[in-house]
Each structure stands twice: as C-alpha cells, then as structure tokens.
C-alpha cells in the first residue's frame, strides 16, 4: 500500500487552551495509538490533504521530532460547520500484526446486463479486510465483466490469500438489477431466439 508522509512535533500540554492554539495556527492535534502508550502531536492541517481528501486509502509515515512510525488513519473529527479537521487518530503498524482496514472496490469489466438496460447498483465501494500491513492493498477489483441483468457480485467472489474479509459471505458488493427498457429487451431477444429455433426446427423437418 502506497505511503503518505506527516511530519509533527510532540505536544506539550493536551489541555482544552493548549488545543485551541494549536488550531488557530493551523495545525491539527494528532493522537497515535496501538504502541505502549499513546503518542501525542501537532501536524500541519495541510500536510493531511493527500490522506484525508481522497477516495484512495494510504498508510501514513509519521515523523514526530525524528522518530518514524508507521499508521492507519483511525478516526477524524470534522468542524460541523467549516469542515476543518479538529483531530486524527491513527493506529500503529507492526510488521507481525494483522490490522483491519476499509480499501475501497474498484470496478473492472464491462457488463452484459447493463449494456442491455439494466441498473447497476454499487452496493459497497469499499471492503473490510483484515492483513498484515505488507499485506493491505490498495484497491480491490471486482470484475463485472459476468453479470448478466439479475446478477450479484459476491464478497466471496473477491477471495484473496493475502487477506480476509470481515463480511459475511452472502455480502453484495454489485449486482445489476432490472428496469422497463431492460425487460422489453430481454423479451424481444426470448422472441427472437423461439423463432429462430422454431426455424431451425422447420428446415430439420424438410
């Protein structure tokens, strides 16, 4: 999984005012969990841009007054009204410990069914896995390429040694459901097909 670095400096004081400051200069109070104790910061709002704003996922490289820690992004706090960030949580990586994450699903192929008029509904654009950081991928890929109107793509369809779905294994992820213009074309091609094996049926009679 690609890398995005946040360079930060330890906070001092975690009070109420000490926060407050810290925003009113642009910077973002940060929190990492998952170590031995948590690790307060401050990082530039901007430096959250590429991470935050962005259907991607990334694991971030948090530079803190020298020390390097890799993270996922846990949790963020928007402002109700400005949506500036208030706060991130992230959560350590370790090379020996599975995490879980949401990677989004990306669809690949082209469908029978909804050249034929059907809807395609994208029920979930992105997936919980559970792997171990060398693991997580950037991106899942559905194929479509095989639904037919009334198809269903499922989570079980997408299996993968390197991780594991924290979905049951009836979970849709697409499917391709009816509409009006989809129903009268299927009719017309049922009609075409009984007439050409009606036809078929006449010449093998002669």
Known sequence: ???ITIKGSKRESVGK?????????????????????????????????????????????????GQKTTAILQDIQFHPVSDRILHVDFYQLFDDK??????????TG???????????????RKLKVKAMPANLPDFIAADISGLKIGSKLLVTSLFNDAYTFMHPDNTVVVQVRTSRNATAEEEEAEEETTEEATETAASAVE
């Open 110 to 124: 082209t469908s029978p069914g909804v050249l034929n008029g059907g809807s395609l509904r994208f029920t979930n």
């Open 98 to 107: 599975e995490v879980t994450m949401n990677i989004p699903v990306k669809l």
């Open 17 to 65: 005012v000490a926060t407050k400051a810290l925003r009113n200069a642009g910077m973002v109070p940060c929190v990492i969990y998952g170590g031995n104790e948590p690790v307060h910061f401050s990082a530039e709002e901007k430096a959250f841009k590429k991470l935050v704003y962005t259907p991607d996922v990334f694991t971030a490289s948090l530079e803190v007054d």
């Open 1 to 3: 999984m690609k890398s």
